[in-house]
Every structure is written in structure tokens, then in C-alpha cells.
């Protein structure tokens, strides 16, 4: 393009500007950056340049569904660093193994370590390493083990530690970062409640639900939001048991999981929450014989709805129907009765 200074044509493109400090970029290549980024799995979960952040009680398939997508992303020529800080259970990746019929790729990288990411020096040479291997993804399971000198639900010590995991994406954010993190077991969040529910661009939830009548778990992956895209509908897992060697003490055989995707359910299907709000009330009706009521303490503590998520599930049942609230309790409408009693999850 060129400018008239001065009576003389100037092309901009060919002028040579001074390295600009860091942190900032031109205009163009912020709108680069900024572009809505694709997503490199089916389910719409792992986002290049974004942080995603898994989070479940126990028990509700973490350690499966974590390494289960990164042997996904290796599977589609995608380089992965898995960041064990909890541990990783080796039999699980043998399991992983038998499932494929070969060996995992060598492009999934394992670090088998905790990294305390309140620590610069630590921090930093992490970071490092990782601008060294420049994987595709990677994953921090978990965000507490890295984070466990950090003050506990204070964002003012959290909020610095995870604007620092940006870092981790790359300069030009061409990495995505997947975060597996805890809730309590009455489903509360125990480290930077408030900061780890705004900052991520993408957010899940895990929860397994188990059939009373074949006790066959199911693993339920829940959209809470996605930047740049429509919320997920819900998805469903199922776990294949392999033989993966003799254990050296006992002489038995050991087995371990694979956590794989299952169809969705045929029948009335709640999202996640919404189910186990009204399971819920629907005991609470059971017991009673009668409608009865139930708090949004009692449902947070009960369900491991995280309680700040309680009120707009609440209104989402109320505006279908199902429930109805009064003195600061919700009932079990006729209407939801018979939906969760026809629903198959």
C-alpha cells in the first residue's frame, strides 16, 4: 500500500520497524492470535491457544478420560506431554496398548513429576522444557498437586499462577493446555474456586452414574461453556477391562481400564446436573411419600453440583416444570416425576 508524505510514495509493507518490547505485537498479528482457534479433537474439548480445564469428584474417571484424549490427539500426529503429578498408572497405558494392538506412539510424552508452579525458578524451567519438546498439548494432571504452597480459594495468590500458564500455550499460543482438577467429594472446588471457573476458555465437567440394575458405570462429559463454540451436548463413556501382566508378589493376572466412548442413551436425556439435581428431589419424594423439600445446601453437599452452580440449574428445572420452590426449597413437581422415572440417565 502506498502513502503520499511529503509528495513521495512510501511502502509501508518494506519499512523496517524497531523490535517492538514484549508483549506487544501489531495489529495485525493480534488479530492472528485472536482468531477463533480450532479445536483439534471431534468433541470439541482441546483448543489450540486455549486452556481447558476437566474437572470431577473422585472416582468420576479423570485419570481415564485425561490420558484416553491424549492417546487420541498422539493417534491423530498430534505431539503430547502428559504431566503425571499425581502419578500415572502404568498399566493403564498398557491397557491403552492392548486396546490399539500396538505400541503407543512415541509422541506421548510422559513426565512423571510434580512441578510447583507457584515456585518461578520451577515454573520456569518447566516451561523450558516444554518450549524444547514444542508439543501440541499439554496436560497438568492435576492443577492442586501443582499448586499445593498456594493459598487455598485466594485469588490474589491464584489468579498470578494461572495467568502464568499462558505461558505454556507458546508465544504465538500454537499449544493447548488441558487442566485436570479436583472437587471435593460434596462437590466443591478446592483451590481458586472463583478464578478456575472464569479464567479457562473451556470448561467440564465429569461425572459416572451407575445402573442400579446392571451396575455398568457410565461416565458423563458436561459442557459448563466454549469459547467460540456452542456448548457440547453431553457426551457418554464406557470403560473395556484388559489383562495387563502378572503381578510379581501375588502371581495373579492384573487388569486396568480404558475409558472409550459409548453411545448416547436412547430414552429421556438429562444434562449431567439437571439429572442429578432431580435424582435429588426425587429420593427426597421417595422417602417421604409426599413432595419433599430440599435446600441448595442439601443438593450441593448430595450431588457434587458445585453450590454457586445450584441456582441456574434450579431455574432451568423450575422453568421446565419439573420442580417447584418455595421457602427456599425445591420439590419434585407430577410433571418431573414422571420425566426421571421414564429418563434413562
Sequence with gaps: MLDEVNGKGIDWRAVDLNPLPEGYVSAHDFALLRAPATFLDADRTVQ???ITLLAGQPGAGKS????AKAVELVLK???VVY???EGLNGDRLIAWERHLGHELPKSLIVKESIVDFTVPEAFAKFVSEINTINP????IDTFAACTSSAEEDKKAAMQPVFNSLLSLLGARRTRALVLLHHLTKDGKWERGSGVLRASPANLFYLTVETNDATRKRTVRLESAKQRDAKPNDDQFYEFIEYQTRIHPDTGLMVSAPVMVKAPTPEGIIMPGRERLYMQAVYEAYKQEGVPAGVT?????RDTGIPYNSVGSVQQSLKGK??????????YITTEGIEVYENSVL
Excluded: C, H, M, Y
Design 48 to 50: 489450540k491457544g486455549e
Design 321 to 330: 416444570g419439573w420442580i417447584e420452590v418455595a421457602n427456599s426449597k425445591s
Design 136 to 139: 501440541d498439548v499439554v496436560f
Design 77 to 79: 500426529e498430534f505431539t
Design 64 to 67: 481415564l478420560w485425561a490420558p
Design 296 to 300: 441448595r445446601q442439601d443438593i450441593a
Design 83 to 85: 504431566l503425571a503429578a
